[in-house]
């Protein structure tokens, strides 16, 4: 199974994404006064939360496809 | 500017992920079809990524920080340099030239043109290219140490020796695949790294309508003041449609190899020519990503708030600038980790695919060609790997170089520009006509960059140009050098087309036999594979094609 998983870009490129993601969300929660140019958005949560799910996305759908493999 | 530690190690997490994806496909490296690029189903990547690759090694640092820098200059018509200048090239190379490419079992485009042709022509080819791949890779190479010391005050040879140190570790170890891999990752680094500051920009700014409000009409609208050369750029509806949406676009999207190259890693003709064709969904949409911050940038400045585009010692904008101010103003610590992250892997990209397009060529198409014919496989590997060292050596040289003389590389540039300009009239004649001869298409190579040469030297732009004219007037003054680019290229174009057919017509052709798979009318449809009919290429280049024109259109 990890060796599938360690095959297929989908499964770095994700974890890479997941990784950011957490590093952004805590950043933003723990200094939220670091808000964006006179804009009422948390910048740091919400494009790590964009990245969340897209880092999500990949890891899940690359497992999902090398335990298809590994049924095979 | 000051990092923070969470900014760094976001840095470094990145790194650490591209050396280590090199460092995974290294056991997958044992002859020099996996490290240099084999097109076969053992071989092959995935349709995907190689689509992603196609886009990505093209989307540099130059192409990131020059787009957002031209979006700031010349408006939304800098879209053109995607809607008109990329996207029906890349429909014209998957749709025509790939069956040729992939279906020759040429391992390079020099290789393609040595089948076609001849030695000679593939030579010039291949030694022009080869020496252009270590150019601009030194070039970007010395674009991002600039940078870096801008920004973060590292020192231009930490910078250069870290950066160049990384890509060699990756193409090093993993080849072309490794190089490919990381140009997909990078690819949604520099998307997902930027798009948070599109959205905040339009936000500050007040969306489009805010950008139309601020900015005059000919910097928001693509068509509507192409009618004469009296606009941003400078450049008129002829010189546009013709000098880069035919000449230039094509000359670059369907003939050079950095490009063709990721396409041909794919695993059967049909994904092949579908890897230009998906690439071009998301090329449409980086305009969005890659210029718009400049529209954001220069709104923002005439609006007068705590947010300018920076200025030079003499005054004038300084547009180069555009994206890393804006990524300061805006990014808090953490996200400006990933932004920067994000230039730093448009860099790596550029360089990476310009190192993986040297070494084949110069493996396959000059060190086999002229210095070792038969040799074994693991010799080509073992050179293929020493061409990697060398490619970044000789980058980081050009660097240097480029610090220390500035002059010569603008006269490096322009000089390549003349090379460039007339190829695609030799590949379309030998592609589709297969009476062109390897006479032919060398000499009008050559006489096409004569031209090009010629005609820089009797026009004038911008004080540039004219060192032909020895003080009298020139034959033409464009509004700019863009403009004047843009006609360097057509009369290249068309000298090198003309003066070929005419050769071509004086010389013996090759027997029918020797040119099966080579030239349109010798070579059989390929099959499709691709049960599914909406992802076969016609409708696929359809849907493209469609895209483009509502894009154009929403943005006339």
Redesign the interface.
């Known amino acids: 199974m990890l060796n599938q998983l360690l095959d297929d870009l989908r499964f770095p490129i994700g974890l890479l994404f997941s990784i950011f993601s957490v590093i952004l969300i805590v950043v933003g929660l723990v200094k939220p006064q670091a808000v964006t140019a006179g804009l009422d958005i948390n910048l740091n949560v919400s494009a790590g939360a964009f990245m969340g799910v897209f880092g999500l996305f990949m890891v899940l759908s690359a497992v999902w496809s090398a335990r298809g493999k590994v049924k095979q | 500017m000051q990092l923070s530690l969470?900014d760094y190690?976001?840095i470094a997490?990145?790194l650490m992920?591209v050396l280590?994806?090199g460092m995974?496909l290294k056991r997958k490296v044992k002859s020099s079809a996996d490290f240099l690029g084999g097109h076969d189903e053992k071989h092959g990547i995935?349709l995907w990524?190689t689509s992603l690759a196609f886009i990505s090694a093209n989307l540099g640092a130059q192409e990131v920080l020059g787009m957002s820098a031209s979006g700031a200059k010349y408006g939304i018509m800098t879209a053109h340099f995607y809607w008109i200048g990329a996207i029906p090239a890349m429909v014209f190379l998957g749709l025509f030239m790939m069956p040729f490419y992939y279906g020759s079992r040429a391992r390079s485009v020099p290789e393609y043109l040595r089948l076609r042709f001849d030695e000679k022509t593939r030579g010039l080819n291949a030694i022009s290219f080869a020496t252009m791949t270590v150019f601009s890779s030194g070039v970007s190479l010395y674009a991002l140490a600039i940078l870096l010391k801008v920004l973060l005050g590292w020192s231009f040879g930490f910078s250069v020796l870290l950066s160049a140190g990384i890509v060699a570790a990756y193409t090093f170890t993993g080849g072309l695949r490794s190089a490919i891999?990381n140009e997909?990752?990078q690819f949604?680094l520099i998307v997902?790294g930027i798009?948070?500051l599109v959205y905040?920009g339009l936000?500050?700014v007040g969306g489009w309508e805010g950008i139309q409000a601020q900015l005059p009409g000919a910097m928001t609208h693509t068509w509507q003041y192409m009618g004469s050369a009296d606009n941003p750029m400078g450049v008129g509806l002829f010189g546009m449609a013709m000098g880069l949406g035919f000449v230039l676009s094509f000359g670059y999207w369907c003939t050079d190899f950095l490009l063709v190259q990721r396409a041909m890693a794919a695993r059967n003709m049909s994904a092949a020519q579908r890897t230009p064709l998906i690439a071009a969904f998301p090329k449409m949409l980086l305009p969005f990503i890659v210029i718009m911050p400049g529209l954001v940038a220069l709104a923002m400045t005439q609006l007068g708030g705590d947010?300018s585009i920076p200025f030079k010692a003499d005054g004038r904008m300084d547009y180069d600038m555009t994206l890393p101010t804006m990524l300061v103003?805006?990014?808090?610590?953490?996200?400006l980790g990933?932004g920067l992250t994000a230039l730093m892997a448009s860099f790596m990209s550029g360089m990476a695919g310009n190192v993986t397009a040297f070494n084949t060529v110069w493996t396959y198409d000059i060190y086999q060609a002229y210095f070792r014919k038969n040799a074994s496989d693991s010799h080509y590997l073992w050179m293929g790997k020493m061409a990697t060292i060398f490619g970044i050596l000789l980058s980081i040289a050009t660097a240097y170089v480029a610090r220390s003389f500035n002059n010569i590389m603008d006269l490096l540039q322009l000089v390549f520009g003349f090379v460039n300009a007339p190829l695609f009239a030799t590949f379309l004649l030998g592609m589709f006509w297969k009476r062109t001869t390897g006479h032919g298409a060398f000499w009008g190579l050559l006489s096409g960059t004569a031209a090009a040469a010629l005609t820089h030297g009797v026009t004038m732009a911008e004080g540039k140009g004219g060192w032909l004219l020895l003080g009298s007037a020139p034959v033409h003054e464009f509004r700019s050098g863009m403009g004047q680019a843009f006609a360097i290229a057509i009369v290249a174009w068309v000298a090198c087309f003309v003066l070929t057919l005419a050769i071509s017509l004086a010389t013996k052709p090759k027997a029918d036999e020797e040119m099966r798979g080579l030239v349109y009318s010798l070579t059989e449809r390929p099959q499709e594979t691709e049960t599914r009919w909406y992802l076969r290429p016609i409708p696929l280049a359809a849907a493209v094609l469609a895209m483009t024109l509502a894009l154009n259109y929403l943005y006339h």
């Open positions: 969470i190690s976001i997490i990145y992920f280590s994806i995974l995935p990524i891999y997909v990752l949604f997902l798009a948070p905040v936000r500050k947010f103003y805006f990014y808090p610590s953490g996200l990933v």
